[in-house]
């Protein structure tokens, strides 16, 4: 079973008096536990792909079905439960939360909206969500400026995994880390899947990156899917224009990878 | 630096402070010191102030203390200034978010009352709800709030409409929270300290229009109000000037007051972001 089967999707947007198609008729899936990146130039239109599926934007054209049901047909309280499976993590964790939050206060919210836990049980699984992502419990009183962007990126994880979804879109989420942080995040996201076998939808530019922990890859330019298929192969061997373009200005392929 | 440190260096904000905790302790103290009904007659009329020490400021046509109802009157300006600017306040930021964060038409229709309200002089409004629903204590706070929830409301919606761009609105809705508690709980708190910025002008032209009613006759009948007191003392203006000056002085001060003081922790906390 496919869990997120996106067909002829498209969006498009007004510049000054021509319109311009950010997503232009885009059909890809997603199985379960599976990894599909998403790679293309500045603008080629991946993060308008992601803010479609989870449905923050709506798209002009085109059909979403997600865990077998028509994900575009849900409106108000159906669409605000369905959201529990199907989760983000952005890419600047410090923009991705309200400014006057605590590190308990992110991780209560999903649990309390989808009632997930009584409000007795809450302060349990907020450490538990902690430890599960490589967090120790005494953050939870924290403010969410406080601590560092590596362990913001860990509460953002564990936020997006508070509702046990099937899947979640990463938009860039580990561009904006350092190196060595970098890894450690990558390492627990592909722990994540191996255990609970979340699906990720994998927005990247690092080509090195998505070798390392996608089993597909899509290149976009300027909407449209330029090529796609197994990670390693289209990376290994482009043969879109896009594709040879992107590999040659990565900097250093890096084979090895976690 | 400390927050209050960093207010007690501006010599503004020092000054505004002593004139609003004189004006607080008045409102706090007026039924201590003044017990009893501060209309009673309490002497002969018109005596000028300073002849008498226990009627200090003299009284007026009726024989009534002038400092007793000074007292009495700090509490009514304090007490109307302060609910109508937060019922202005109130009103204002969730008319503003709500029309920020919906957008579409429920924005273009709480802009269009909006913009209707504020095309009417706030005086006017007032003056004219005043005298349809009879002057009381309860109705000149809503009369004076009538006027004053614009500008609040536009500057909540500016805010908000930049706000609910963000990020983390993003997160919320993709954890599933109501649109609701998006606006109330996570877009309204980030959006109130220029909304908050703007009381100390509000509460202080509270106050004023507050004074301007009761001058007009249409304050509360039952309360003793520095307005009402000026028009008292404006009949007999060439021989007791001073029963129209010293209410006089007196709002002028807590205006002030009110208005530097406010301009004062506006001052300190924008300091404060400004460093952090
Ligand atoms: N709200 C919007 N209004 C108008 N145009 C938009 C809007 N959002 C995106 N676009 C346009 O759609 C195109 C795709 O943008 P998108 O953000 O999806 O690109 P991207 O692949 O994520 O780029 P990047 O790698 O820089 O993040 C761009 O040309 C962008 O200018
Ligand atoms: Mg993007």
Request: aromatic share 4%.
């Amino acid at each position: 079973m496919t869990l997120l089967a996106v067909s002829n999707l498209t969006k498009r947007y007004r510049r000054g008096n021509k319109t311009i198609a950010a997503v232009d008729d885009v059909s890809f899936h997603i199985d379960p536990g599976e990894t599909l990146a998403l790679a293309g130039p500045s603008g080629s239109g991946k993060s308008t792909i992601a803010r479609l599926a989870l449905r923050l934007i709506e798209p002009d054209d085109g059909r979403i079905d997600f865990e077998g049901g028509d994900f575009l047909a849900l409106s108000g309280a159906a669409l605000r439960a369905r959201r529990a499976r199907l989760q983000m993590v952005f890419q600047d964790p410090l923009a991705a939360f309200n400014p006057r939050a605590t590190v308990a206060r992110v991780l209560d919210d999903p649990l309390r909206i989808h009632g997930i836990a009584s409000r007795g049980e809450r302060p349990r699984r907020i450490a538990a969500l902690l430890e599960r992502v490589g967090l120790t419990a005494d953050l939870a009183p924290r403010a969410i400026h406080e601590i560092s962007g590596g362990q913001r990126q860990r509460v953002a994880i564990a936020r997006a995994i508070a509702t046990k979804p099937s899947l979640i879109v990463l938009d860039e989420a580990v561009s904006a880390l350092d190196v060595s942080v970098r890894g450690e995040i990558l390492e627990l996201l592909l722990d994540l899947q191996r255990q609970e076998k979340i699906a990720y939808l994998f927005i990247s530019h690092d080509l090195g990156v998505i070798r390392s922990v996608a089993h597909r890859v899509i290149l976009l330019d300027a909407g449209r899917i330029a090529e796609n298929g197994d990670a390693r192969t289209v990376i290994d061997a482009p043969q879109s224009a896009i594709g040879k373009a992107l590999v040659a200005a990565a900097p250093r392929l890096n084979r090895t990878g976690p | 630096m400390s927050p209050l440190r960093r207010f007690l260096r501006t010599p503004e904000a020092v000054a505004g402070a002593i004139l609003l905790a004189a004006l607080i302790a008045m409102a706090l103290s007026a039924s201590l010191l003044f017990p009893g009904d501060p209309q009673a007659i309490t002497g002969p009329a018109l005596l000028p102030p300073f002849q008498d020490w226990s009627l200090p400021l003299g009284t007026d046509r009726l024989g009534r203390d002038v400092l007793a109802e000074l007292f009495h009157g700090a509490r009514t300006s304090l007490a109307v200034g302060l609910a109508a600017a937060a019922a202005a306040l109130v009103v204002g930021a969730v008319v503003g978010t709500l029309a920020g964060f919906a957008g579409g038409l429920v924005d273009e229709v709480l802009m269009r009352i909006t913009d209707a309200f504020q095309t009417v002089p706030s005086f006017l409004l007032a003056l004219a709800f005043v005298s349809v629903v009879g002057p009381s204590l309860g109705v000149v706070v809503i009369a004076i709030a009538l006027g004053t929830w614009t500008g609040p409301a536009r500057v909540a919606r500016a805010e908000v409409l930049s706000i609910r761009e963000r990020d983390y609105v993003a997160g919320a809705r993709v954890i599933g929270m109501h649109p609701l508690a998006i606006a109330f709980r996570e877009v309204l708190p980030n959006a109130l300290p220029p909304v908050l910025a703007m009381s100390s002008v509000i509460v202080a032209a509270a106050i004023l229009t507050e004074a301007a009613l009761s001058f007009l006759g249409l304050g509360d009948p039952n309360r003793v109000t520095w307005g009402g007191m000026i028009a008292e003392g404006r009949a007999v203006l060439r021989t007791a000037p001073f029963l129209s000056i010293v209410p006089g002085i007196a709002l002028v001060l807590t205006v002030l007051g009110v208005y530097l003081a406010g301009e004062g922790i506006v001052e300190t906390t924008a300091v404060r972001r400004g460093l952090s």
